[in-house]
């Protein structure tokens, strides 16, 4: 008897722009991106339910969430963990996947028509910016040799690396744009949404940038991503997950600043 696939929302809202996907195992479905910078709280549910239900699915029916878990917007991370946390809660089914949203990012340079680059390149770094002058930031090595199609796993079952063809060779971490030339490898490739803002500071010779259209992270690479680790048995439970903000948000510790608190 064949197996019934495995029913998958993926949601991202770590960036500004946000977006659902929806995938029957390790093939991707449909997804669908909102419509206006940070405006998740508005459009999340309804881009849900307009998928889900576009594939046939009652809501109950979903089997595993996957969420952006961050670093990245401190609001709209608050907002897929909720929102991945309401579901498991209404439907003790549904496991969890909470995905890096570095992993994220750091998919979208295999779409890239960059091969030659790419394939000279010693290491892949993916920068979101962290404010105060600091990114978050991870670092990767190419991995050519993965034998294993997209979306397929060993024999096993198991993945050995989260990221597909790729060796995470520091998570993500804040750091300075002059650490993080520092802790890299050259030639290096450089992507994602703080080179709206920090390209300068990173411009050195042996570093390149992806074009702009792939520094943001997309529902189809949460998808992606975490696919391998639910192969990999990566889940979460509903009260575990939590956004992955590596620094307390600005306001908070402007508050203890103020009244004293370290």
């Known amino acids: 008897m064949t197996a019934e696939p495995v029913r998958i929302l993926a949601i991202e809202t770590s960036s500004r722009i946000g977006g659902v996907a929806v995938a029957s195992g390790p093939r991707l479905l449909a997804q669908e991106q909102f419509t206006a910078d940070l405006r998740h709280a508005g459009q999340l549910l309804g881009t849900m339910d307009r998928l889900v239900r576009a594939q046939g699915w009652p809501v109950g029916r979903i089997d595993q969430v996957y969420v952006s878990a961050g670093p990245g917007s401190f609001t709209g991370l608050r907002i897929a963990t909720a929102a991945a946390k309401a579901l498991a809660f209404a439907w ?9 949203s570095t992993d994220v990012i ?6 890239a028509d960059a091969a030659e680059r790419l394939a000279n390149v010693r290491q892949v770094a993916v920068v ?12 990767y090595e190419r991995r050519p040799d993965e034998a294993e199609p997209d979306g397929q796993s060993s024999g096993d079952g198991q993945f050995d690396e989260p990221v597909a063809r790729f060796r995470t060779v520091r998570p993500a971490a804040v750091i300075s ?15 994602g949404p703080a080179l709206v803002s920090h390209r300068k500071a990173l411009t050195q010779e042996g570093v390149f940038f ?17 696919w391998r680790r639910a192969q990999a048995g990566q889940f979460t439970t509903a009260d ?23």
């Open 240 to 262: 575990e997950l939590a956004p992955l903000y590596l620094r307390r948000p600005e306001a908070v510790e402007r508050w203890e600043h103020l009244h004293g608190k370290t």
């Open 210 to 226: 992806l074009d702009e259209s792939y520094w943001q992270p997309r529902p189809d690479q949460v998808h992606r991503c975490g």
């Open 92 to 100: 003790p089914q549904i496991r969890i996947v909470a995905v890096p």
């Open 106 to 111: 750091a998919q979208n340079a295999l779409q």
């Open 177 to 191: 744009a002059t650490q993080l030339l520092a802790v890299s490898r050259k030639p290096l490739l450089v992507l």
């Open 128 to 139: 979101i910016d962290a404010q105060r002058q600091q990114l978050y930031a991870a670092l």
